[in-house]
């Protein structure tokens, strides 16, 4: 089941989606995220939580992912928000935006889509309100 240091990431398994399993609907946790099956909707850590989602070669997730630490080696439609770090390991295929702090990209892995810097995304948002401030008060 756990093949190789990105399956078990932090060493720590707490809840575990096997192969067969098809999760219709959003899923909260915290702790470790071991998936082998497929989600349909969003995969949200629960806020101020220790979490690390990793999805496994052969699962799949449809829909958005907010976590602190997500490793990715199977495939992901869906923006990626990780507050602290984002793996994609060689069979990683990710279609959306992967917002980051920091990222490690493996020789193999596919995104569609855009490397976001968390610092560089919340710069441009607050020039973008400063800019929209100044606009209002002229108007």
Same mark, same amino acid.
């Given at each position: 089941m756990f093949k190789n240091k990105t399956a078990a990431h932090d060493g720590q398994v707490d809840t575990l989606i096997g192969p067969q399993v098809v999760i219709r609907g959003d899923l909260h946790f915290s702790g470790g995220l071991y998936v082998e099956g497929r989600i349909l909707g969003k995969v949200i850590a629960q806020e101020g939580q220790k979490a690390t989602l990793t999805l496994a070669e052969q699962g799949s997730i449809e829909g958005e992912v907010r976590a602190p630490v997500? $490793?990715?080696n199977g495939q992901l439609s869906g923006d990626v928000y990780a507050?602290?770090? $984002?793996e994609l390991?060689?069979?990683a295929r990710v279609q959306g935006n992967v917002h980051y702090q920091v990222v490690e990209m493996l020789a193999g892995s596919v995104l569609t889509g855009r490397l976001i810097h968390a610092e560089a995304h919340a710069e441009a948002r607050a020039m973008a309100e400063g800019h929209l401030d100044a606009h209002a008060a002229l108007g």
């Open positions: 997500v $490793v990715i507050s602290e770090r $984002v390991a060689a069979k």
